[in-house]
């Protein structure tokens, strides 16, 4: 369990007012859900996100795992961003197993972990590969494996599919779906895109304007396992136009 309790974060400035990016947000996300995050551009998503990772400590407020705080704590967490930053210098098997050759897991045991799921979420043949060798798309996958596969029970996605093409984003939200159902991982996930978020979510947190605030949680009460064509689904239309609703009515306002 992930538990936000009146998290506000402050960035002070020399030369201006400090800009408040998060004021009074309580969030709980049990083990194992699915839960993204929506809102309009300089609304805090990725101050959350920083909050949790242990990258920035919140002006006032907690976060706690299984009841234990974590403030200011990195290594709790698995955290990916928008780039895929793997090392180019690295083949493609070096980069999955990374994560755990930081911790500490020796090489050959990695591997032995990281080979069969690279065969099995469609990475077989590409271990000898470099980076600049694949598609955006297969690139994506590698980095979510090393993500998975560093042993934390949450991942952190800051909206990894931002930067492909249409065919390839509808790809991987399956395969990530595939691959959230065998991890069994409690993930959050940031995105801009209303459609991805209903299609993939247990949960959906819509936010404000800055100061970041909840403005709304919308449980997604779609079955499982989801097909494609859920999306033309009274259901999923009426969740979208809600969100849109919300989303119209906040003011964007740049970082």
């Not at 959350?48 to 706690?64: H, K, Q, R, Y």
């Not at 290594?75 to 050759?101: C, F, H, T």
């Not at 790809?171 to 990530?176: C, K, P, S, Y």
């Not at 499982?224 to 009515?249: C, D, G, M, N």
Request: with cysteine.
């Amino acid at each position: 369990m992930l538990v936000l309790t009146e998290i506000s974060k402050r960035f002070e400035s020399p030369h201006g007012p400090p800009v408040d990016a998060l004021e009074s947000l309580s969030l709980n996300v049990p083990a194992g859900r699915f839960v993204s995050i929506l809102g309009p551009s300089g609304c805090g998503k990725s101050t959350i996100f920083n909050v949790i990772a242990g990258l920035e400590v919140p002006t006032s407020g907690s976060v706690c795992v299984d009841g234990v705080p974590i403030d200011g704590l990195s290594g709790v967490v698995a955290y990916m961003l928008q780039k895929d930053l793997l090392l180019p210098w690295r083949s493609i098997i070096d980069n999955v197993v990374l994560g755990m050759e930081i911790d500490g897991i020796p090489k050959r045991e990695a591997y032995a972990r990281a080979r069969p799921l690279l065969e099995r979420y469609g990475l077989g043949g590409f271990e000898s590969r470099y980076p600049s060798q694949l598609s955006g798309g297969m690139r994506q996958r590698a980095a979510l494996l090393r993500t998975m596969l560093c042993d934390r029970e949450i991942v952190l996605l800051d909206e990894p599919f931002a930067a492909l093409d249409a065919q390839t984003r509808a790809d991987m939200q399956e395969w990530l779906l595939d691959v959230w159902d065998d991890f069994k991982k409690t993930v959050v996930f940031v995105t801009h895109d209303v459609d991805e978020a209903i299609y993939l979510s247990d949960e959906i947190v819509v936010m404000s304007a800055r100061p970041g605030r909840i403005v709304e949680r919308l449980p997604i009460e779609l079955a499982r396992p989801r097909q494609r064509s859920v999306i033309t689904a009274p259901a999923f239309i009426a969740y979208k136009e809600r969100i849109l609703a919300h989303l119209e009515r906040t003011v964007s306002i740049p970082r």
